[in-house]
């Protein structure tokens, strides 16, 4: 017994549509485009990331080296050593090669680190004044 509607109506078969069958496979050459441009941004905003977080350890450092070297019985060399020890502490896996220069003058201490961002030839320098301290007799 052939099939039949609800008001009796002889049920047809109806030809098949071919709807979206020229987009088959598109999916693969669209994640083959847009795969690559994905991780090169995530590779770039990592890079990005080694470099800000480079800069905050020099900045952090500088200014930490330019506190200890600016006050009364402070040095150059202890400014020095302070720079150091902190870059250590925080930018040792993301600045190489950090150069710390220090200038005490009799108004001005300046202080200048520079280095390289890890695993990228960016630089990274930092520069920081303070006045400083000296003690006037009366």
Do not use: C, K, Y
Request: aromatic share 6%; proline share 7%; net charge positive.
């Amino acid at each position: 017994m052939p099939a039949r509607h609800i008001d009796g109506r002889r049920a047809t078969a109806r030809p098949r549509r071919r709807s979206g069958r020229g987009d088959r496979g598109s999916t693969a050459v669209e994640l083959a485009v847009g795969f690559p441009i994905l991780i090169g941004l995530v590779l770039l905003f990592g890079q990005a990331f080694v470099w800000g977080v480079g800069w905050l350890a020099a900045q952090a450092a500088a200014d930490h080296a330019a506190q200890t070297a600016r006050v009364v019985d402070g040095s150059e060399a202890a400014g020095n050593a302070d720079a150091h020890d902190l870059l250590a502490q925080l930018g040792g896996r993301f600045l190489d090669d950090p150069t710390v220069h220090i200038q005490r003058g009799p108004w001005t201490t300046t202080v200048t680190i520079a280095g390289t961002a890890h695993g990228l030839p960016l630089p990274i320098t930092v520069t920081v004044h303070a006045p400083t301290e000296s003690v006037v007799p009366r």
